[in-house]
């Protein structure tokens, strides 16, 4: 009995753990296979960094990462891309791996979007996070 109650202290614990930033020094670059567009640089585009958070919640599996409506990345935990894409609004969403199966299917409708303003060269960093409550946010960083 006792080691059945340890076992539900210790999962209430690791559950009631929301994500931790990574610095991008400490994150590893996605592969490419899963940096699926935006990848192509010019002079006057800007550039934008997308840096997954490190965490028990949600580590099993990868999100998705869109810009302005197409799937660009597909994030593990602790990993980072990089984006290239012309000045103007840009409108960021996550949300579960829309090529994820079983657990990792599960509430893919389960979404967060924000905005952001782009200049012609302006370099910008952003963090996927999760919640302990499982709520999905992407959301500027200065790391």
């Not at 076992?7 to 590893?28: E, Q, R, S, W, Y």
Request: charged share 20%; net charge neutral; hydrophobic share 40%.
């Amino acid at each position: 009995m006792l080691k059945i109650q340890i076992i539900l202290v210790l999962f209430m614990f690791l559950a009631g753990c929301a994500t931790t930033p990574v610095h991008i020094n400490d994150a590893k670059l996605a592969p490419s296979d899963r940096v699926l567009a935006f990848q192509s640089e010019a002079p006057n585009k800007s550039s934008l960094t997308v840096i997954r958070d490190e965490g028990f919640i949600g580590s099993a599996c990868y999100y998705g990462l869109w810009i302005n409506n197409v799937l660009a990345a597909r994030l593990d935990v602790a990993e980072y891309a990089k984006f290239y894409l012309e000045p103007g609004e840009i409108l960021l969403k996550i949300s579960r791996d829309p090529q994820g199966s079983g657990l990792c299917g599960v509430e893919q409708s389960n979404w967060t979007q924000r905005e952001t303003l782009m200049k012609p060269g302006e370099k910008k960093i952003f963090r996927m996070s999760i919640d302990a409550n499982g709520k999905l946010d992407i959301s500027r960083s200065d790391s």
